[in-house]
């Protein structure tokens, strides 16, 4: 698909030598127009899961300029959401090579990577990604980087990359559970409730989330919010592995 557009790209080649300075600029600016369009309309289409077009799009944006990072990184996102794993895995590998310090390429891969179970390559390139402290998503970077260390079992460099992601952001929510959970573990349970109850103002309630909230009712002896969580843990997830360790916990010996 991308090889039609190079008539035009050509067609544009050769009339650009008849052009002055000022026709340049200007056509430099079109140009750069037209690619921000080109690659908003890409994200739009992505987020719309119309990937058909927005290869259509993308592909035209690397007509334009082959060596753009941003439709790289478009692509990979595309083709991971394709299931299309080693293209995916391709075009962040180029988004990163023609600019490595575009942050959110090693975000995005970086999620990538843990997605597809390479945990020590997804913490290298969150990590290289949290050290850009300019980087508007860094809060999800860190909270990336604390899930990938738990996989690995690393849990206090796990808990330290969430502690980061929630001074960055207050309102994560991933870190917010993993870290209650982790503060429960430690039998820190104001901690651990307070997390959670933050948690709990952000998103709707998982099986983890209420199968927690549980475990911290009986702690402090609230038996309404036990009996009201274990309801909806019931009623909304009866099959999860986390209602059966509600039903484990309440057999006797």
Known sequence: MRWRWLPLLLAAVLLGGCVSDSGQSKRKVNSKDQME?????????IRNREYGRAKENLT????????????????????????????ADDYFRRAIRLDPKFSM??????????EQGRY???????QICAEDRLYGARSQVFENL???YQRLGRTVEAEAAFVKSLQLNQEQPRA???????????????????????????VQPSPRSLWLGI???????????????????????????????????????
Do not use: M
């Open 176 to 202: 917010l559970l993993e870290l209650a959970e982790i503060r429960f573990q430690q039998r820190t349970y104001t901690e651990a409730n307070q997390l959670f109850q933050r948690y709990g103002k952000l």
């Open 37 to 45: 369009a080109l690659l908003g309309l890409g994200v739009g289409y």
């Open 146 to 148: 604390g899930v990938s």
């Open 60 to 87: 035209k944006a690397l007509a334009l300029d082959p060596d753009s990072a941003q439709a790289h990184n478009l692509f990979g996102l595309l083709f991971q959401l394709e299931g299309e794993a080693d293209l």
């Open 105 to 114: 390429a090693r975000n995005n891969y970086g999620a990538f990577l843990f």
């Open 120 to 126: 020590l390559e997804a913490i290298n390139q969150l």
């Open 215 to 253: 475990q911290l009712a009986r702690v402090f002896n609230k038996a309404d919010d036990e009996a009201s969580q274990t309801l909806v843990l019931k009623n909304i997830f009866p099959t999860s592995k986390e209602y059966q360790l509600y039903q484990d916990s309440n057999r006797k010996p």
